[in-house]
């Protein structure tokens, strides 16, 4: 199915230039998005539109959540799909990253979180296993000097000394 967009004849790495806060530049693919899609006078060309970019806007706060790297094109593609060299919503452009590909990064990304994950957890193990060495050293340390406490009240009673 077609997305109908407010660009016209212009390409869309044009507009996304022109769009940019940043002077030489392009936009996001989301502010993209929403800037051939919707405008300030007529709203969304259609209500598919407009929960599109919602849906992209959701994904997007859910990545930063769970701190999860996603470009915008990532999330985009993630939402509208894609096809061979065609972008729904966007028309022809640069070729998008393979489903395969995609795959494999988000894998790696998950392999090395995991790996940090399990670094922490050993370290918190060796600190845990440390804490529990001294609490063991400080109970013989009370052990004992209840020890001595007891010799000494022992001593003062047997030479009949009072404090």
Not at 59 to 75: F, G, M, N, P, V
Not at 126 to 137: G, P
Not at 148 to 157: D, E, R, T, Y
């Amino acid at each position: 199915m077609l997305c109908k967009h407010r660009v016209g004849r212009k390409a869309f790495t044009v507009r996304s230039y022109e769009i940019s806060d940043v002077p030489g530049k392009p936009c996001d693919a989301i502010e993209l998005y929403k800037a051939t899609h919707c405008s300030p006078e007529d709203g969304w060309i259609s209500e598919e539109t407009k929960k599109n970019w919602e849906m992209m806007i959701k994904k997007r706060e859910e990545y930063i959540e769970l701190k999860i790297e996603k470009t915008s094109d990532d999330i985009r593609l993630e939402v509208l799909g894609h096809g061979t060299g065609y972008v729904k919503g966007l028309g022809y452009g640069p070729k998008p990253p393979s489903r395969r590909s995609s795959l494999y990064d988000s894998s790696n990304q998950y392999k090395d979180e995991l790996k940090d994950k399990e670094e922490e957890l050993q370290q918190s193990k060796a600190q845990v296993q440390e804490l529990q060495t001294q609490v063991t050293d400080l109970k013989n340390e009370m052990v004992e000097q209840g020890v001595i406490i007891n010799k000494f009240k022992a001593f003062l009673s047997e030479n009949r000394i009072e404090l």
